[in-house]
């Protein structure tokens, strides 16, 4: 049995509960900014440097709440972590991705991410991967989140 891939993310919530999702270049979904981490690399180094990769977002590490280990996929679990940007904080169309991989039809190197949303709870089943739907219905309540984000005076 191959070990199971870890992939580190951050759900990042606007003001109003919405969640940061990023066009996956060349699909139909979108998905939240997360990847793999580099040997030793700790989930937390490898959540912020995957977020500044695939957004341009930087986010200072002292923001990120630890959301700890969920399973995602047969073959993959994810390492979430959860922050609250201020309203008017993120222009997304500054938001640009710098890493590349090779097109499938001419190995062309194209960014992994080529657009930009907040997306409410109601519409992550129209743009999300079933995988990231399932997760947001039932392990990671988004509303449960957002709540708790709130309380905690991170507006």
């Given at each position: 049995?191959?070990p199971?891939?870890?992939?580190?993310?951050?759900?990042?919530l606007?003001?109003?509960?919405?969640?940061?999702?990023?066009?996956?270049?060349?699909?139909?979904h979108?998905?939240?900014?997360?990847?793999?981490?580099?040997?030793?690399?700790?989930?937390?180094?490898?959540?912020?440097?995957?977020?500044?990769?695939?957004?341009?977002?930087?986010?200072?590490?002292?923001?990120?709440?630890?959301?700890?280990?969920?399973?995602?996929?047969?073959?993959?679990?994810?390492?979430?972590?959860?922050?609250?940007?201020?309203?008017?904080?993120f222009?997304?169309?500054?938001?640009?991705?710098?890493?590349?991989?090779?097109?499938?039809?001419?190995g062309?190197?194209?960014?992994?991410?080529?657009?930009?949303?907040?997306?409410?709870?109601?519409?992550i089943?129209?743009?999300?991967s079933?995988?990231l739907t399932?997760?947001?219905?039932?392990?990671?309540?988004?509303?449960?989140?957002?709540?708790?984000?709130?309380?905690?005076?991170?507006?």
């Open positions: 049995m191959s199971r891939i870890v992939s580190c993310g951050i759900v990042l606007d003001p109003d509960g919405r969640v940061l999702l990023a066009h996956a270049t060349e699909t139909s979108w998905d939240i900014p997360k990847g793999q981490g580099e040997e030793g690399e700790l989930p937390r180094v490898t959540a912020l440097r995957e977020m500044v990769e695939e957004t341009g977002i930087a986010l200072e590490p002292e923001r990120l709440k630890d959301l700890g280990l969920f399973v995602y996929r047969r073959d993959k679990d994810l390492h979430l972590f959860a922050a609250r940007a201020r309203a008017g904080e222009d997304l169309s500054v938001c640009t991705c710098t890493s590349l991989f090779p097109r499938r039809s001419d062309t190197l194209i960014p992994e991410m080529d657009a930009y949303r907040w997306a409410s709870i109601e519409e089943p129209q743009y999300a079933r995988s399932r997760l947001f219905e039932t392990t990671l309540s988004l509303a449960e989140l957002h709540r708790s984000l709130r309380r905690n005076g991170d507006e």
